[in-house]
């Protein structure tokens, strides 16, 4: 994330941003205090890029926030935000108007307006908040320019060591990559890797990192063994799918995809191997340790709940994700019953044809003949409906459980956060009783020791509230965002679901239609 | 002949029964004429006016109009239930003068254990669900029910007409007495002991049925009739069982629509964002395709398997016809040796020369009839799967092209939204 301090180029569109806002709480005093740019004087067009490879360590909180209120201004679907902004200072301090900036105003008003591809790369190196406001601006015009494709699985090795490589191709036109079309090849462990990584950075500042697909050692000791039967390819087939929405989902988070690592990802041709991914691994069973501990203390956590919208929002997504789980159970049934029937009408079709064959009335014999083949097509139209049914709906709906989990996730990091704050309070209190001891005692140098030790957790209680507003923050928009894309996946997805189904019922018509002459003609 | 009237069920299962979706609308009409093409005859007719469903049992209203001296009235009606038709049809079957013909094949017993069990489970299971998915399924197996019934009845009527349509059969007293006797036949099932002897003729038959078939026939007509029926019998018989999976399989995945409709429903109504209007939709939409996919499914169920379970029973019947007309063939061969025996010895000729001459008469009588009556068989049979096949076509038809326009429908409202 980038290191970036300069403020906006305050221009034309600058003040309307603001009727967005609510409650100008200057929640964000400290962190803007420590920006050493001001309005009035603008960093030249030199300033030093190299900050936005610098931090593959995860964004540090102040940075954070300036890049999220410049997104916040044209994110629309978060609920009553609290927004605030460093930027309002700079408009409301600052006299002389800043508007025209060293740095080549009209080429950083204009990417506003114009397309993101000629804006990104002049400003890209000095504005990072730019790209993310085009990136942001764009996405809602639903235009997010980056394509990635996962193909080609292909087996690599032999017997237990083997494993299934894919290909992944990036298209895009952000300059952020080097080049426009790009491909590498990556097995299964490696988006593991990905994911652990950039779930480590992101997860705890309440970013929702959309999870990668599961894995599964039934299914991939198949493979490994060399079963080239249909399970094991529809095995493959499944995964590579799974593999490339969770990437498409990944990119299209716009902070997600100003990460080093995923980049890295997509682009390097060699990639360090992820070790810890392995489900039996040391780092595996310390995750499952983690987790089970994690749980313990959610159970414990009792947090003083100040806003209801997130006890809302907490309970909305419960209810969700039963609904959703309920539905992945119908639609599952649905596959399966449709495989069923496919499998049947396969069966009755043949059976059709040896009728036909032993029945010695000719006319009805071609008749029963026809109906074979008929019922056969069919056959083939109910395999097809029951891949959509699977990789469009099932699918779909097992994702957003997934995720929901991962929101549920990134809320809990919140109270966690919350109860850092709250520990930090309750121990800066017990300094000050020690303080207060120590002055009755007057003992000179435990006093002074005392009073270092009030400074150090008074400046961690300050940052714990900043955390935990931070995290409050960066979650309300997370969710905002989520909410927007889930309900366009949603749409578009069960759109192109009945569109399939329309095309099963045209193809059955026509199916019907040839065969309707052939019963008449019997005589 | 007219179709039959609206089935009353009895009062313990069927509250409500009228919301129910109308499964069988117009294809009823045809329902009863669905396997047998048969003339209707002024002279007698035949048909079920009406059907109760008891707890355990099922009453049907015989109703006979007929121009024939042989009944008191002109138009009349019994009750009768299902063992009944069955004595009827084994009257025909042990009937020595009537071992020419094909007997219509009697109808299956009514069923509805099957359907009963999942009504009951529906009512245990009803705390278990919301208020409305138990509506639903409520509805649902009612009109499952409501299916078999009518299947059965018209089952039932369709052996009657048949019978009635038969030159010969039609003139059986027995017949006559089923039709008009007012009162309780008092035939009782057949118990244990009968059925015991019911099995091991049926064993003996078969076995029979083996030796006999065993025996090369001179005429050339029955031999091919002969071959074809056992392939054409064992061939039904999988078609049938394959049909009947397959429908079963549309069924579940009908009911799956259902469930899913109802999640959807349940997510539209509690979604906070502006996609509960379309998760709404959505829902309505599979509510109404499900209601069309239950209806293929029924009529495949009606126009396919049924067809083929029918052609199932009546193409044994013609192979019992077959066996009969073996098995007199070699009575006949038999009795010609005795004779020949007989006058080697010149000992009981005379009887030897009458039995021989019945024997040749009956073998005679019955190849006769039985080259019609497997003709008719023939013929009756393409007529039926004509019509079923023709029907059939159109029916998926008609209901794919109802089905495309919900979705069309529905994909325009939704893109329209968006």
């Known amino acids: ?523 | 002949m007219r179709a039959c009237a609206g089935p009353r069920l009895g009062a313990a299962m069927m509250e409500g029964l009228d919301d129910g979706p109308d499964f069988l609308s117009e294809e009823d009409r045809g329902l009863k004429a669905i396997n047998v093409d048969l003339q209707s005859d002024a002279a007698l007719q035949v048909d079920i006016s009406d059907a109760l469903s008891e707890r355990d049992k099922v009453k049907f209203t015989v109703h006979t109009k007929s121009s024939l001296p042989n009944f008191k009235q002109n138009e009349f009606s019994v009750v009768r239930q299902h063992e009944e038709f069955i004595w009827l049809h084994d009257s025909f079957v042990e009937n020595e003068d009537y071992a020419g013909y094909i007997i219509p094949p009697a109808p299956p017993r009514p069923d509805f254990d099957a359907s009963r069990e999942k009504l009951q489970k529906l009512g245990e299971g009803e705390g278990s669900m919301t208020k409305e998915e138990f509506t639903k399924m409520k509805q649902e197996l009612e009109a499952e029910y409501l299916a078999i019934f009518k299947k059965t009845v018209a089952m039932h009527e369709v052996f009657l007409c048949r019978v009635a349509a038969h030159p010969i059969l039609r003139r059986d007293l027995n017949f006559h007495v089923f039709l008009e006797y007012n009162q309780d036949l008092s035939v009782r099932g057949k118990n244990k002991k009968e059925k015991l002897e019911d099995f091991f003729k049926n064993m003996v038959k078969s076995a029979d049925g083996v030796i006999v078939s065993g025996v090369k026939d001179v005429d050339d007509f029955f031999e091919h009739e002969r071959t074809f029926l056992l392939e054409y019998h064992n061939r039904v018989k999988d078609a049938s069982a394959k049909s009947d999976r397959m429908t079963r399989s549309h069924k579940s995945a009908a009911d799956d629509y259902n469930r899913i409709g109802s999640s959807l429903y349940a997510l539209g109504t509690q979604d906070s964002t502006d996609i509960c209007k379309f998760f709404l939709k959505v829902s309505e939409l599979f509510d109404k395709t499900r209601k069309i996919e239950a209806r293929v499914s029924a009529d495949e169920d009606l126009k396919l398997s049924d067809l083929l379970k029918y052609y199932l029973r009546e193409s044994q019947a013609a192979k019992d016809l077959l066996y009969r007309r073996s098995r007199s063939l070699v009575d006949y061969e038999n009795a010609n040796k005795a004779l020949d025996k007989a006058r080697a010895k010149n000992k009981d000729v005379l009887q030897a020369e009458t039995s021989q001459q019945l024997c040749c008469q009956k073998f005679e009588k019955i190849s006769e009839s039985a080259k019609q009556e497997l003709i008719d068989f023939k013929t009756r049979r393409v007529a039926a799967f004509r019509k079923n096949l023709v029907e059939l076509a159109e029916l998926e038809l008609k209901h794919a092209k109802g089905n495309l326009q919900l979705l069309q429908n529905c994909l325009a409202v939704l893109n329209g939204d968006t």
């Open chain 1, 1 to 523: 994330m980038a290191a970036e301090r300069e403020p906006p180029p305050l221009g034309d569109g600058k003040p309307t941003d603001f009727e967005d806002l609510e409650d100008g709480e200057d929640l964000f005093t400290s962190t803007v205090s420590t920006l050493e740019s001001s309005p009035s004087s603008p960093e030249p067009a030199s300033l030093p890029a190299e900050d936005i490879s610098a931090n593959s360590n995860g964004p540090k909180p102040t940075e954070v926030v300036l890049d999220d209120d410049r997104e916040d201004l044209f994110a629309e679907a978060t609920e009553e935000v609290s927004l605030d902004s460093p930027e309002r200072e700079p408009i409301l301090s600052s006299e002389p108007s800043p508007a025209v900036t060293p740095v080549t105003p009209t080429t950083l008003i204009a990417p506003r307006i114009e397309s993101k591809s000629m804006s990104a790369p002049v400003i890209f190196d000095r504005s990072r908040e730019e790209v993310q406001e085009n990136i942001e601006e764009e996405a809602n015009g639903d235009i997010f320019d980056i394509e990635i494709g996962v193909s080609d699985p292909e087996k690599v090795g032999d017997g237990m060591n083997a494993y299934m490589a894919y290909r992944v191709t990036t298209k895009t036109s952000l300059s952020m990559f080097s080049k426009s079309e790009f491909s590498v090849k990556r097995r299964f462990s490696d988006f593991l890797g990905l994911h652990s990584k950039l779930a480590s950075k992101y997860l705890h500042v309440g970013y929702i990192v959309p999870p990668a697909p599961e894995k599964s050692i039934v299914g991939m000791t198949k493979v490994k063994v060399g079963k080239e039967d249909s399970s094991s390819t529809e095995f493959v087939e499944k995964r590579r799918a799974a593999l490339e929405r969770y990437l498409q989902r990944t990119v299209k988070h716009p902070t997600l995809l100003q990460d080093p690592d995923l980049r890295q990802f997509l682009e390097s041709s060699e990639l360090p191997r992820a070790v810890n991914t392995q489900a039996l691994s040391g780092a595996g069973i310390l995750r499952m340790v983690n987790k089970a501990a994690d749980a313990v203390n959610k159970m414990t956590i009792k947090m003083n709940e100040s806003d209801a919208w997130f006890e809302e929002k907490q309970q909305q997504f419960e209810n969700l994700d039963q609904q959703l789980r309920k539905l992945h159970v119908s639609v599952e049934a649905l596959v399966c019953h449709r495989k069923e029937l496919s499998a049947n009408t396969a069966a009755f079709a043949k059976s059709a044809a040896m009728l036909g064959n032993s029945e010695d009335h000719t006319a009805l014999s071609r008749a029963l003949s026809q109906l074979a083949e008929v019922e056969e097509k069919i056959d083939q139209l109910h395999q097809e409906q029951a891949f959509a049914d699977f990789y469009m709906f099932s699918e779909l709906l097992s994702d957003y459980i997934r995720l929901i989990a991962a929101v549920k996730g990134v809320f809990d990091h919140r109270m966690k956060c919350w109860q850092k704050w709250e520990d930090a309070q309750i121990t800066l209190l017990k300094k000050r009783e020690a303080e207060a001891k120590m002055m009755v005692a007057n003992k000179p140098d435990k006093i002074q020791q005392a009073k270092n030790e009030i400074r150090e957790w008074e400046a961690k209680v300050q940052q714990g509230e900043r955390d935990f507003e931070q995290i409050s923050k960066t979650i309300r928009k997370e969710v905002g965002r989520f909410e927007k894309e889930r309900v366009k996946d949603f749409k578009t997805v069960i759109i192109k679901y009945l569109e399939s189904l329309v095309q099963t019922q045209q193809q059955l018509i026509k199916y019907w239609e040839a065969f309707l002459p052939e019963a008449k003609a019997i005589a």
